[in-house]
C-alpha cells in the first residue's frame, strides 16, 4: 500500500510541544499581540486565562497587569497545569488553577478580562462556556476569543478534489470547527455586546511550517485509514512543488454591557 512508509506518521505530536510549536509561527506572535491590544488589559486589572495550557501567555499578560493586577490561569488537564506551574513560579501574581471553562472556579463580578484562545472549539458547550464568562466579569469587563474556522482551510494543488476531501477530513476532526465564524452570534446570545471583529488570515507557504501546525502526513495518513478517498501522489507532490495553504481565525472582543442574567 502506497501508505505504508507512513503509518509512524499517525502519532500524535507531546500536547505540550505542539501548543508550543503552534504558539511560535509568526502569525500566531502577531494574532497575540492584536488580540492583546484590542483585549485592553491595564495595571491593576484581575484576568482570566481560560484553557491557559502550559501558560503559553500567562506571562504577557502578567506583564500587563504588573505586580497591582493578577492573572489566573484556568485548565482542566493536570500535565498542561504541571508545567504552567514550573513556567510561572517566579510570578507571584499569577495563579494556576484546576476547574472546567463550563462551571468556572470564580465568583460573580470577580475580574475584569477573561480570555479565550482556541479553546471554545473544542468544548462541548460554547454557549455555556461564554454564559459563565459574562457571570465572572464586571460590568464593561471584556472577554477576547481568538478562534479558527477550519470550514475554510484550504490546500492549493491542482487536485482540487483529493484538497477538499483531505480538508473536510481535518475539519470534522474539530467538535466546533467553525466556531470562530459563530463567534459574534454566541457573544450577543450569551449577552454581550461585540466590540471588534478581526478576521486573520492564516497562510503556510511551505510545506514543513504546514507540518508543523496542520500535521499534513499525520493527518493524510489518518484520513487514508477512515478510507477517505486521497490520491496516492497528493502529498508527495505537495512536500516538492511551491506550496500555499491557509484558513481564517478570527478574533472577537465583547464587553459586558451590565444587568448579566
Given at each position: 500500500m502506497w501508505l505504508r512508509g507512513?503509518?509512524?506518521?499517525?502519532?500524535?505530536p507531546h500536547p505540550i510541544e505542539y501548543l508550543d510549536a503552534a504558539a511560535g509561527v509568526r502569525v500566531a506572535l502577531d494574532y497575540k499581540r492584536r488580540l492583546l491590544s484590542a483585549f485592553d488589559v491595564r495595571a491593576g486589572h484581575a484576568v482570566l486565562d481560560v484553557g491557559c495550557g502550559p501558560g503559553t501567555d500567562l506571562g504577557r499578560l502578567a506583564d500587563a497587569v504588573t505586580p497591582s493586577g493578577s492573572v489566573v490561569g484556568l485548565d482542566n488537564d493536570p500535565a498542561m497545569l504541571a508545567e504552567a506551574r514550573r513556567?510561572?513560579?517566579d510570578r507571584p501574581e499569577v495563579s494556576i488553577w484546576s476547574g472546567d471553562a463550563h462551571a468556572l472556579p470564580l465568583a460573580?463580578?470577580?475580574v475584569d478580562r477573561v480570555r479565550t484562545d482556541r479553546v471554545l472549539q473544542h468544548v462541548a458547550d460554547p454557549v455555556g462556556v461564554l454564559a459563565e464568562a459574562l457571570r465572572v466579569l464586571r460590568p464593561s469587563g471584556l472577554l477576547a476569543m481568538a478562534e479558527p474556522d477550519w470550514d475554510t482551510l484550504a490546500v492549493a494543488d491542482e487536485d482540487v478534489a483529493t484538497?477538499?476531501?483531505w480538508a473536510?477530513?481535518?475539519?470534522?476532526q474539530v467538535r466546533n470547527a467553525t466556531v470562530g465564524r459563530q463567534l459574534v452570534r454566541l457573544a450577543v446570545g450569551a449577552g454581550f455586546a461585540v466590540r471588534t471583529v478581526k478576521a486573520v488570515p492564516v497562510v503556510f507557504r511551505d510545506f514543513a511550517g504546514a507540518e508543523q501546525i496542520l500535521g499534513l502526513r499525520r493527518t493524510t495518513a489518518?484520513?487514508?485509514?477512515?478510507?477517505?478517498?486521497?490520491?496516492?501522489?497528493?502529498l508527495p507532490r505537495l512536500e516538492c512543488r511551491p506550496f500555499l495553504a491557509g484558513f481564517t481565525l478570527y478574533l472577537v472582543v465583547a464587553e459586558h454591557v451590565g444587568g448579566g442574567r
Open positions: 507512513w503509518m509512524d506518521a499517525t502519532a500524535a513556567r510561572l513560579a460573580d463580578a470577580s484538497s477538499r476531501v473536510r477530513f481535518v475539519a470534522a489518518r484520513a487514508v485509514q477512515a478510507g477517505v478517498p486521497i490520491a496516492p501522489e497528493w
